[in-house]
C-alpha cells in the first residue's frame, strides 16, 4: 500500500463553529490519507462531523485550521477532480433523468451531441435503460440513486465521495446497489481512482470498505483505523465478516466506566457535558424487553441489531441510553442487562415510571433542569430560557435537541410538564422540594 | 382539488412576512427615505400646472378593444419591470449580506404602505417635469410597478433562501454557475411561488390600474385612454349601454388572461414542484393540453429548442477555473463616498421635509386627525361588514363541495372584476340619497376587501380535517360549541390574512373613495383620504406631504402593532399542520 499514490492528505483538520461568544469544535485535528486504488469507509455516530470531513475533502467547506492536500496541491475551492453521491440523492427534479446526468457536463462545456451520448451510455451502464425521459419523482429510491451515481460518474471525478449513500433505501435497494456499484469498481469498469464512503453502518463499512477510518464524537475525531484484508465478494453471515463487525462495535460502544465518567458533568459545570442520546423512552423499554428475552446472559450488538432490523446507529444509541442509566453494562462489544434493567423490562407501566424516575434524576442534564425549576419563581420556567441556558454547552440546534429529549424523559418520568404553546415547563409536585 | 391550490395561494405564497426581524436602524433609514423621496414629490409639484385637460374618451363599443390593449399594455410594461426588479433585488438581497440589512426593512415597509397615496404625489412631480401625456402614462406604469412588485420579490428572496442544501452543494460539486446556475437551480425553484405571486400581481395591479386612469383632482384631469377611464366616462355620461359593455370587455380580458396565460403557466410548471412525490391532481388546463397535442405547436417547439440548442453551444463558457465563485468588488473608498452622500442627501432632505410640515398650521393637522378617526372607523366598519356576511357563507361553501361547486367560479370572476372600475358605476347609483359620499366609500372598501377574505374563509374551512368533524358529530356538539371549538381555531389564521389584505386595500381605497369628481361635480366626505385627494387638487403641498405621511404612518403601525402579533398567534397556536 506504501507504494500507491498519494491522492488526498488530510493534515491536521480542525472545524470549529462560533455561536456567539461561545466555539464548538465539530472536528478536532483529524488527519488521515487516502490513495489511489482504495476505497475507504468513513464510520462513526451521528454527530462526529464525518460529512464535515466529506464536504472538506471534495472543498465544498473550508476547514477552520488545517489543510487538505491533493495530488499534492492545497485545495482552495470546490475540487474538481471530486464528486459526491448524496444521501438524499440531491436530483433536480424539474429535469429528466438524461438532463440531471447531462448538466454535470453541461457546465464543463461539453457539445450538446457529445453529452447525450456519453449520459445515455452511462445511463445504460447502471441499469436505468429506457428511463432517460423518466422525471425522478416517477422513479423508486433506488432508481434516483442510480442516477446519482450516473451523474457522478458522467464527470469521471478521480475521486468518488459517497455520503451515506444507502441510508434512504430501503433494505433490499440498498443491498442490490451496493453489489451493482462493487462491481463496477473492482472490475474496473469505471475511471474513478479513490472512494470515500460515509456511513454510520457498521456492516456496510465491513463489507465493503478496504479501510474503515472509525470516529467518535464530542468532539469528532478519528480513534481507530481498521484494516479490511478480506477478498470481494464478502458475506455478512461469514465468520470473518462478523469478527469485524464485533471488533468495530467494540470500538465504538466502548466499555462501561465508572457512573461520574458514564453521566458527565451538569450544564455550566466544568468538565464534559455529555448530550443525551435521541432516543424515546418507549423504544428504550421496548430494547429491554427484548434483551432481557433472549436466552443468554450477553449479547452480541450485531446480533441485536440483526434480530431488531435495526442498523448500528441506532443499537448503539439504545445501548448507551440504557448504559447511562444504570439498565445494562456494555463489555467487549456485548451488552448485558442489569438486575436492574431486568426489573424494569418486566415492570407494570406505573413501576416503570417510578424505577425511569428515580434513574432519570442522576442523568445531569435532567437534574439540572429540575434544580432550576425549583429555584424558579411559582416551578415554572420559559423553555427558551432553557435552551439558551443549554447552549453555552451546546451549538443552537443541538441545545434545542437536547431540551426536547430532556423534556421527554421528564414528562414520562412525571417530574416535569410541558405546554408546548405557551413554551413553558412546570415543576410536577413529584419532583417539588419537600 | 385544484380549488383548493387556488385558494390557498391567499396564504401559502412564500413571504408574506418576513421572517427575519429587521434591524431597527433598518427601519430608521427606509422611514428618512421615504419623508424625503415624499418631499422631493411634493417640492416638483409646486411647478405642476393649475388646469390639466383630460383626453377625449370615445363612449363607442369599438373603441372597446383598443382601449383595452392600452390598458394591457401599461399592465404588462408594469409587470415586465417588476420582474426585472424582482429579479436583481431579490439577488442582492439574498445574497448580499451587507445589503440586505437595508433591503429587507425597506421591501418591509414598502410592501404595507398605502400605495394609492402616492399616485397624487407622483403624478404632479411628474407633470411638473414631463409633458403630460408622458407623465400620465409614467405615472400609471409606475403606480401599477409599485402594487405589483412587492410581493414577487419576496417569493423570489424567500425562494432563493430557501432552496435546499443538498441541490445548492450538487450545483456547487457540479460546478454550475452563473446563468446556469440560475436557470438550472434558481429559476426552477422558484418558477411556482414567482407565478402565483404574479397572478396575484396582475390582480392588485387591475385594481391600481383603474384608479390612475379614472384620477381627477379639481381642474386636473389626469384620466388617460383605457378600460377605466371609458368606464367612468360611461358612468358620468349615464349611458347604461356603454357601462354594459366596458363591464363585459374588462371581464372578458381578466378570465382570457386567466384561461390562456396563467392556467396554460401554472400545468406547465408543475414539473418545477420539489417534492418527490407525484402530485394526485395536477393543475391543469385545457389550452395548455391544446397546446401540447398541436403539431404546429410542437414544430415551434422543436425549432426553439435547436435554437437554444445551437445558442448554447456556441456561448459555452470553457474548462472552469479550480476555484469557483467569482466576486466584484467596487474599491473601498468609492464606495464610503456613496454612503456619505446618500447620508448628506437623506439628512439635508429630511431637514427641508420637516421644515414644509413645520409649516403645515395647527387647524390643518386638526383636520388630519379628524380625517384620520373617520377613516379607520370606515375601514373598521368594512371589514366588520365582510366578516359577518364572508364567514357564514364562506364555512357553508368550504364544508358542501356541491355549493362549492357552483359558488366557486361565480366568486372568481365576481372577484376578478377591480373595484375601483365600478366605481364610477356606484356613484351614479348612490349619490342621490343623502349621505351617499359615505355608503360609496364604505360600499368600494367593501368590495375591495370581501374577496379576499371570502377565499380565505372557504381556504380555511376545507382545510379542516375531516376526523375533526367526525369528532365534534360524535360528541354531540351544539351548533355554538361547534363553533367556539372547531370553526373559530381552525378559521383564525385564514382570517388573518385575509384581513390583513383587505385593510391594506380599505387604506388604500380611501384615496378614490371618498372624494370623486364625477361629471364636473366634486363629491367629499370626511375622511384622510379626502384630505389627499383635495391637497391634491388645491395644490396644497405641505398638506398633502403631511396626510399622505400620516396614512403610511398609521397603516405601518397598525401592521406592526396589531396585524403582526395576531399572525405570529395564528402561526404559533392555531396552525392544522
Not at chain 2, 412588485?149 to 460546478?175: C, D, K, M
Request: hydrophobic content about 50%; aromatic content about 8%.
Amino acid at each position: 500500500m506504501t507504494d500507491r499514490v498519494e491522492l488526498v492528505r488530510v493534515d491536521h483538520v480542525t472545524q470549529t463553529y462560533t455561536t456567539g461568544a461561545r466555539a464548538f469544535t465539530a472536528i478536532e485535528d483529524v488527519s488521515l490519507s487516502l490513495a489511489e486504488g482504495e476505497f475507504v469507509a468513513l464510520l462513526g455516530p451521528s454527530g462526529c462531523g464525518k460529512s464535515t470531513l466529506l464536504r472538506m475533502i471534495t472543498g465544498l467547506q473550508r476547514p477552520t485550521a488545517g489543510r487538505v492536500w491533493y495530488r499534492g496541491e492545497a485545495l482552495a475551492g470546490v475540487n474538481r477532480h471530486a464528486t459526491i453521491v448524496f444521501q438524499s440523492f440531491a436530483l433536480f427534479p424539474w429535469l429528466t433523468v438524461q438532463e440531471n446526468v447531462e448538466v454535470a457536463l453541461k457546465a464543463r462545456g461539453m457539445s450538446a451531441a457529445l453529452r447525450a451520448s456519453r449520459a445515455l451510455a452511462l445511463l445504460d451502464r447502471v441499469g436505468l435503460d429506457g428511463f432517460e425521459n423518466a422525471y425522478p419523482r416517477e422513479l423508486s429510491g433506488g432508481m434516483r440513486q442510480k442516477v446519482g451515481f450516473a451523474r457522478a460518474m458522467a464527470v469521471e471525478p478521480e475521486l468518488l465521495c459517497m455520503d451515506e449513500p444507502f441510508s434512504a433505501l430501503d433494505v433490499l435497494s440498498a443491498e442490490a446497489l451496493r453489489g451493482e456499484l462493487l462491481e463496477l469498481w473492482s472490475a474496473g469498469r469505471i475511471p474513478t481512482k479513490a472512494i470515500l464512503m460515509v456511513t454510520h453502518n457498521i456492516e456496510e463499512a465491513v463489507l465493503m470498505g478496504d479501510r474503515i477510518v472509525v470516529m467518535e464524537k464530542d468532539p469528532g475525531r478519528v480513534v481507530a483505523e481498521v484494516a479490511v484484508p478480506l477478498a470481494q465478494p464478502r458475506h455478512k453471515k461469514s465468520t470473518e465478516c462478523q469478527m469485524l463487525v464485533d471488533h468495530v462495535y467494540e470500538l465504538l460502544a466502548g466499555q462501561t466506566k465508572t457512573e461520574p465518567e458514564e453521566l458527565g458533568t451538569a450544564p455550566g459545570e466544568p468538565g464534559l457535558t455529555r448530550g443525551l442520546p435521541n432516543v424515546t423512552v418507549n423504544q428504550l423499554a421496548g430494547f429491554l424487553e427484548h434483551l432481557v428475552h433472549l436466552q443468554t446472559d450477553r449479547a452480541d450488538m450485531f446480533r441485536l441489531a440483526d434480530e431488531l432490523h435495526m442498523d448500528s446507529d441506532r443499537v448503539l444509541r439504545l445501548a448507551e441510553t440504557a448504559e447511562r442509566l444504570g439498565f445494562a453494562v456494555v463489555d467487549h462489544g456485548d451488552l448485558a442487562a442489569t438486575p436492574l434493567g431486568e426489573t424494569f423490562a418486566e415492570a407494570s407501566i406505573q413501576a416503570r415510571k417510578e424505577i425511569f424516575a428515580t434513574r432519570v434524576r442522576r442523568v445531569p442534564i435532567v437534574n439540572w433542569l429540575l434544580d432550576m425549576l425549583r429555584a424558579a419563581d411559582r416551578h415554572e420556567l420559559e423553555a427558551d430560557v432553557v435552551q439558551s441556558a443549554l447552549a453555552l454547552d451546546f451549538p443552537p440546534d443541538i441545545a434545542e435537541q437536547q431540551l426536547a429529549i430532556a423534556i421527554d424523559w421528564g414528562r414520562y418520568a412525571e417530574l416535569i410538564a410541558y405546554d408546548h404553546g405557551a413554551g413553558m415547563i412546570y415543576l410536577e409536585a413529584e419532583a417539588a422540594p419537600k | 382539488m385544484d380549488r383548493h391550490r387556488t385558494l390557498d395561494r391567499h396564504r401559502t405564497f412564500p413571504g408574506f412576512w418576513p421572517t427575519e426581524r429587521p434591524a431597527w436602524w433598518g427601519d430608521a433609514v427606509v422611514s428618512v427615505g421615504l419623508i424625503v423621496i415624499l418631499y422631493i414629490g411634493a417640492r416638483l409639484a409646486f411647478g405642476a400646472p393649475a388646469v390639466i385637460r383630460g383626453r377625449g374618451i370615445s363612449l363607442s363599443p369599438v373603441a372597446l378593444p383598443y382601449y383595452a390593449l392600452l390598458s394591457l399594455g401599461r399592465m404588462t410594461a408594469a409587470y415586465a419591470l417588476s420582474l426585472a426588479f424582482t429579479l436583481v433585488y431579490g439577488y442582492k438581497a439574498a445574497f448580499d449580506r451587507r445589503a440586505r440589512r437595508v433591503l429587507l426593512p425597506l421591501l418591509d415597509v414598502l410592501q404595507s404602505v398605502p400605495i394609492l397615496s402616492f399616485l397624487p404625489v407622483v403624478l404632479l412631480s411628474l407633470t411638473a417635469v414631463l409633458p403630460q401625456s408622458v407623465a400620465v402614462e409614467l405615472a400609471a406604469i409606475i403606480l401599477i410597478f409599485t402594487s405589483q412588485v412587492w410581493n414577487l420579490t419576496f417569493a423570489w428572496y424567500q425562494s432563493l433562501r430557501t432552496v435546499p442544501h443538498e441541490l445548492r452543494e450538487a450545483g456547487r460539486i457540479f460546478q454550475l454557475r452563473g446563468a446556469l446556475r440560475l436557470t438550472t437551480i434558481e429559476l426552477p425553484f422558484a418558477a411556482i411561488a414567482l407565478i402565483w405571486n404574479s397572478m396575484m400581481s396582475w390582480a392588485g395591479g387591475w385594481f391600481f390600474l383603474m384608479a390612475a386612469e379614472i384620477f381627477t383632482v379639481g381642474q386636473r384631469d389626469f384620466r388617460l385612454p383605457g378600460l377605466g377611464a371609458y368606464l367612468s366616462e360611461a358612468a358620468a355620461a349615464g349611458d347604461a349601454r356603454a357601462i354594459a359593455f366596458g363591464i363585459a370587455t374588462l371581464i372578458v380580458v381578466i378570465v382570457a388572461l386567466d384561461q390562456l396565460a396563467w392556467r396554460p403557466l401554472l400545468a406547465w410548471a408543475d414539473r418545477f414542484k420539489v417534492e418527490l412525490v407525484e402530485s394526485t391532481d395536477p393543475p391543469r388546463s385545457w389550452f395548455y393540453d391544446a397546446l401540447l397535442a398541436s403539431r404546429l405547436f410542437a414544430l415551434f417547439r422543436a425549432r426553439g429548442h435547436h435554437a437554444l440548442q445551437w445558442i448554447d453551444d456556441r456561448t459555452r463558457n470553457g474548462e472552469p477555473p479550480l476555484t469557483d465563485g467569482t466576486q466584484w468588488t467596487v474599491s473601498q473608498r468609492i464606495r464610503q463616498l456613496l454612503w456619505l452622500s446618500a447620508a448628506i442627501g437623506l439628512a439635508y432632505g429630511s431637514v427641508r421635509a420637516a421644515i414644509m410640515l413645520l409649516g403645515v398650521p395647527l387647524s390643518d393637522w386638526e383636520e388630519i386627525g379628524v380625517g384620520t378617526a373617520a377613516t379607520l372607523l370606515r375601514v373598521t366598519g368594512a371589514l366588520a361588514i365582510a366578516l359577518a356576511w364572508t364567514i357564514p357563507l364562506g364555512v357553508a361553501i368550504g364544508l358542501n363541495s356541491r355549493l362549492a361547486r357552483w359558488c366557486q367560479p361565480l366568486a372568481q370572476i365576481a372577484a376578478s372584476v377591480p373595484a375601483t372600475a365600478l366605481f364610477p358605476v356606484l356613484l351614479l347609483a348612490v349619490l342621490r340619497v343623502a349621505g351617499g359620499m359615505n355608503i360609496a366609500a364604505i360600499v368600494l372598501m367593501l368590495m375591495g376587501t370581501q374577496w379576499y377574505l371570502l377565499f380565505n374563509v372557504i381556504a380555511g374551512a376545507t382545510a379542516i380535517p375531516q376526523d375533526l368533524k367526525y369528532t365534534t358529530a360524535l360528541l354531540g356538539m351544539g351548533r355554538v360549541d361547534r363553533w367556539r371549538t372547531l370553526l373559530l381555531p381552525s378559521l383564525f389564521p385564514y382570517l388573518v390574512t385575509g384581513a390583513i389584505t383587505s385593510t391594506g386595500g380599505a387604506w388604500n381605497a380611501s384615496i378614490v373613495a371618498e372624494y370623486s369628481t364625477f361629471g364636473g361635480r366634486t363629491v367629499r366626505t370626511t375622511g384622510l383620504g379626502a384630505l389627499i385627494s383635495h391637497a391634491t387638487a388645491e395644490g396644497a403641498y405641505p398638506q398633502l406631504l403631511a396626510a399622505t405621511l400620516t396614512m403610511i404612518l398609521i397603516v405601518t403601525l397598525f401592521n406592526r402593532l396589531v396585524w403582526r402579533r395576531l399572525y405570529r398567534l395564528a402561526e404559533e397556536r392555531y396552525r392544522m399542520e
